[in-house]
């Protein structure tokens, strides 16, 4: 409608001025009987849409130029404007119903109602691990923009007839992600019509009752979830306690995060200082890239570790990943979902934050500047040049790039937590001087994924956009089989890496190049969904254990 008012506004626009310069040269011509302004309008339409009864003409050379000015401008105006801007998309919009029903033969699936960039993420996992699922929009706009790319019902998911024509009948489970308002209001349709599990997104924590009041089966919030692994990570650690950490064979694989001045900095992944603590580096993020580790890797600053050892030399490992003890604030820019779980987390681990938000916080015990997060004066009023820590939980993506940069050109020194709204913005927040981006979409999907594989875990592991972990049984026959890891060059070959190996249920952690692979061996994979898919297609495994 707003191109159609601008097209419409402009052509008026346009009338008034073709009939300004027609009553001036009529007057100039002396045909003064021609010289108002409804013969003007009535000239000028008709010349524009090339219909040119004859009835007023011009008879000088300058109104005959102005004529055939006029008519060409009108065919203009008709074929490369209201053609293409107004008509073809009507015609398109008309040719191209939106679906009403899911196809009949759909069942065991998934219905996810509302489209957001959790929702991107989320459809991306269950493409590449072929879960069948559909997308329930209420905006027209945004279900026939994601139509090409997924399975859409436009309509209101809180409307019985819409959740039949989704077949929930023969659901595997139903995600509501929308408000909390609107979730209460799914939830209640669907326990009229279905016993389908229901997920329900809590924005607010503290209007989860009312959810599983309404008939939600499992409420999660991500918020929550992102909020207390930063505060995890950002605190004093505690001996044996990784937060987001995956166990496998026996042994725990984590990330660390390089801090600013740990005398891991410039080392090599295989120096006798790491070997020595007993884990296994076995790949690096530099500035949100996954770099397998074939050997002679360099760790910078900025850089987050995947180590994988039992708790006690994962301890050792850690205490290297910190640079020497500074004394100074922590500070938090943004008190909102993500931020409140923080100053709570922090607040039990007996640390109190200096907290930066644009509202005055009222009855609050840390230390609070009112102010824009993305202003120098407001960051250096509250401490960022001395601060130990800069955790930025801004609702907007451009203000986390702005506050970053500003942050860490007063702060060279300090460790800078972001969090990415946008799994695309993690990059820019990375190059902006960010240690470590946390998004609030791989929060959600990758506990979405679990909870759609009928996995029970609710604790939060954090594992980056583009990367996974698969487990390969090594059968009779493999052509894996006697040959060393370092004969396999995995790395090179596909670009991911076994991080271990599980044999007769014995785990083996401290895998190398001198590792010789055996029959029955179960095979820890890591690498991009690309690479894993390839090493699976050489060695002809089809269905890969995840």
Same mark, same amino acid.
């Given at each position: ?76 105006? #008709? ?43 989320? *459809? ?66 669907? &326990? ?16 989860? &009752? ?15 979830? #992102? ?17 987001? *950490? ?27 200082? #790491? ?91 840390? &230390? ?98 583009? #990367?996974?972990?698969?487990?390969? $049984? ?62 699976? $297609? ?9």
């Amino acid at each position: 409608m707003r191109r159609v008012f601008c097209y419409v506004l402009a052509a008026l626009l346009l009338v008034a001025l073709y009939g300004v310069v027609f009553m001036e040269l009529m007057s100039c011509e002396g045909q003064l009987d021609n010289a108002d302004t409804v013969t003007a309008v009535y000239w000028v339409i008709t010349t524009m849409t090339t219909v040119g009864y004859g009835d007023v003409v011009f008879e000088s050379l300058a109104g005959r130029i102005f004529s055939s000015i006029v008519g060409l401008s009108g065919i203009f105006i #008709l074929f490369a404007v209201a053609l293409p801007l107004i008509v073809t998309p009507g015609l398109e919009r008309l040719s191209h119903e939106l679906p009403s029903k899911a196809p009949p033969k759909m069942r065991d699936h998934i219905i996810i109602c509302g489209y957001n960039p959790i929702v991107e993420a989320l *459809a991306e996992i269950f493409q590449r691990q072929t879960v069948p699922f559909l997308v329930i929009e209420r905006s027209e706009e945004t279900a026939r923009k994601i139509s090409k790319r997924y399975q859409v019902i436009w309509g209101d998911p809180a409307e019985k007839g819409v959740l039949a024509s989704a077949n929930i009948q023969s659901a595997r489970l139903l995600i509501a992600n929308e408000r909390d308002e609107r979730n209460a209001e799914i939830a209640l349709t669907v &326990r009229e019509i279905s016993d389908v599990v229901v997920v329900a997104l809590a924005e607010d924590l503290a209007k989860a &009752r009312f959810l599983s009041y309404a008939g939600a089966s499992r409420i999660i919030s991500p918020k929550s979830l #992102l909020g207390t692994f930063i505060a995890q990570i950002t605190s004093p650690p505690r001996k044996g306690v990784f937060p987001g *950490a995956v166990k496998l064979f026996g042994g725990v694989l984590v990330e660390l995060p390089i801090y600013p001045g740990s005398p891991l900095i410039g080392k090599e992944v295989r120096d006798p200082v #790491l070997i020595e603590t007993g884990a296994r580096v076995v790949g690096m993020w530099q500035k949100g890239s996954f770099v397998s580790i074939p050997g002679e890797e360099v760790i910078r600053s900025h850089s987050v570790l995947m180590a994988l050892g039992v708790a006690e030399s994962l301890d050792r490992l850690r205490e290297l990943t910190f640079g020497p003890p500074r004394e100074g604030p922590l500070m938090l820019i943004g008190y909102g979902d993500v931020g409140r779980r923080i100053v709570k987390v922090l607040s039990e681990r007996g640390v109190s934050p200096s907290v930066v938000d644009k509202r005055e916080l009222c009855d609050v015990c840390f &230390r609070h500047v009112a102010g824009d997060g993305t202003t120098e004066e407001v960051l250096v009023k509250s401490g960022a040049k001395e601060a130990v820590a800069v955790l930025i939980m801004l609702n907007d993506d451009s203000d986390v790039v702005f506050a970053t940069l500003l942050a860490r050109n007063l702060n060279g020194d300090a460790f800078i937590v972001a969090r990415a709204n946008h799994i695309s913005s993690a990059e820019k927040i990375y190059r902006a001087g960010a240690d470590y981006v946390a998004s609030v979409p791989i929060v959600a999907s990758q506990m979405l994924a679990r909870i759609a594989q009928r996995q029970e875990e609710e604790e939060f592991t954090m594992i980056y956009e583009e #990367l996974e972990m698969a487990r390969f $049984r090594v059968g009779f026959g493999s052509r894996l089989v006697g040959k060393s890891l370092g004969e396999l060059n995995l790395q090179k070959k596909f670009g991911c890496t076994v991080a271990a190996i599980e044999r007769d249920g014995r785990g083996i952690l401290a895998v190398g190049p001198d590792t010789v692979v055996e029959r029955g061996d179960l095979l820890a994979v890591i690498g991009s969904f690309e690479s894993i898919e390839k090493f699976s $297609r050489r060695y002809r495994w089809r269905n890969p254990l995840r």
